[in-house]
C-alpha cells in the first residue's frame, strides 16, 4: 500500500525484518446459521505461519529484558510445533541457542521449519504427550549449563501475549460488539489471554473453549487425535477462576470436514484446530439468537498438514 506524502512517495509495507510482521492479522468475515456472522483472526498471516510467532517472541523478549535469559542461554522448550517455529523465530533474531522436544508423531512440515530456523530437535515419546516432552525437557536442561525452559503450560506470559490479539480484534470489530468468542486450547494459553482482555470491553461475552474428542476436558476417556495444537492434558492453570461458558468438543472427523470446505467454498487454507474451531463457531450460530457475532481463531494453515493427508481425511 503507498501513499504520498508530500512529493515523497512512502511506502507503509516496508519492513526492515520479518519480526517486525508478527501481529496485525486479518480479520475475516464468514457466513454463519440463523443471518449470524464469526469473524475469525488469520493467524497463518504471521512470518512463522501461525499463531504461536505472538508467544515465542513474547517470551524471548521478556526473558531477556528481565535478565531472566542472557545471550548465552540455551532456550530448551516442548512444544507440538507451532511454539517450535515462533520460539526459532525468535531465537534466530537473537541469535540465540534453541533446543526444541517435540513428541515423534507430530507434522514433519514443522518439524523442517524449525531446524531451518536454526533449531535443534530432540524427538520425545508420543505415548508420553506432551507431559512427556516436558519431563524430557528438563532433564535436559539438568545436565546442560546456563539453559532455561519457559513452559509454556505453567508461565503466565503465555496468555499475556494474547492480550493484544483480543486489542486487535477490538479495533478490527469497530462498532461490532462480539456474543461469543470460540477458540481451541492446547496450553490455554491462547484463550484465557485472549477471552480475559476481550471481556475488559464487552462484559457479557461468552467464551467457549474448542476440544477435540479425547481430550481431558472433554469427558469420556482421554485418547489419541488427529487435531494437532489443541487438547488438553492437564488442566490449564490459566482457566482457573477464568469462568468457562461451555466446551465444543469436535471430532476430528468434524474439523477436517470443515478443512475441506473451508477451501473449496472460500478459497481458505486451514489447519486442522481452525477447522475445529469454524465448526465449534457454526454450531453455536445455530444455537444463539440471530444475527449473533461470534469471534474465532484460525491458528495456522493447512499447508503444515499435507504429510499428514488433511485433504484425504
Ligand atoms: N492450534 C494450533 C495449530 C496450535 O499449534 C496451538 C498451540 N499449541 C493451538 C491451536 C492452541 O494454542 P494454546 O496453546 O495457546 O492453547
Known amino acids: 500500500m503507498s501513499v504520498f506524502f508530500a512529493f515523497l512517495e512512502v ?20 457466513p454463519a446459521p440463523n ?5 475469525a483472526k488469520l493467524e497463518m498471516f504471521n512470518p512463522g505461519g501461525s499463531i504461536k510467532d505472538r508467544l515465542g517472541l513474547a517470551l ?6 528481565a535478565g531472566v535469559i542472557n545471550r548465552q542461554t540455551t532456550i530448551i522448550e516442548p512444544t507440538a510445533g507451532n511454539t517450535g517455529i515462533g520460539l526459532a523465530l525468535a531465537a534466530s533474531k537473537y541469535q540465540l541457542r534453541l533446543i526444541l522436544v517435540v513428541p515423534a508423531g507430530f507434522s514433519q512440515e514443522k518439524q523442517v521449519l524449525m531446524k531451518a530456523l536454526g ?7 508420543p505415548a508420553l504427550g506432551m507431559q512427556g516432552a516436558l519431563a524430557k525437557s528438563r532433564q535436559l536442561a539438568s545436565q546442560i549449563a546456563n539453559s532455561y525452559v519457559f513452559n509454556q503450560f505453567e508461565n503466565v506470559a503465555n496468555p499475556k501475549a494474547y492480550r493484544l490479539l483480543a486489542k486487535e480484534i477490538k479495533q478490527d470489530l469497530g462498532k461490532l460488539t462480539p456474543t461469543a468468542f470460540v477458540a481451541g486450547a492446547g496450553t490455554g494459553g491462547t484463550f484465557a489471554g485472549t477471552l480475559q482482555e476481550l471481556r475488559q470491553v464487552y462484559p457479557d461475552i461468552k467464551g467457549i473453549v474448542v476440544q477435540p474428542a479425547g481430550s481431558i476436558l472433554s469427558g469420556g476417556v482421554a485418547h489419541q487425535h488427529k487435531t494437532e495444537g489443541i487438547g488438553v492434558e492437564i488442566e490449564p492453570p490459566f482457566f482457573k477462576d477464568l469462568g468457562i461458558d461451555g466446551i465444543a468438543t469436535i471430532s476430528d472427523e468434524a474439523a477436517f470436514k470443515q478443512v475441506r470446505q473451508a477451501a473449496s467454498k472460500w478459497g481458505l487454507l486451514i489447519g486442522s484446530s481452525s477447522g475445529a474451531a469454524l465448526q465449534a463457531s457454526l454450531e453455536l450460530a445455530a444455537k444463539l439468537p440471530a444475527r449473533s457475532k461470534i469471534v474465532t481463531i484460525f491458528p495456522d494453515s493447512s499447508e503444515r498438514y499435507l504429510s499428514k493427508n488433511i485433504y484425504n481425511f
Open 119 to 125: 533449531a535443534e530437535l530432540v524427538l520425545s515419546d
Open 60 to 65: 524471548v523478549r521478556g526473558a531477556l529484558e
Open 35 to 39: 443471518e449470524s456472522r464469526i469473524y
Open 11 to 30: 511506502n507503509e509495507m516496508l519492513v526492515t525484518s520479518v519480526y517486525q510482521l508478527v501481529g496485525q492479522t486479518p480479520l475475516l468475515e464468514l
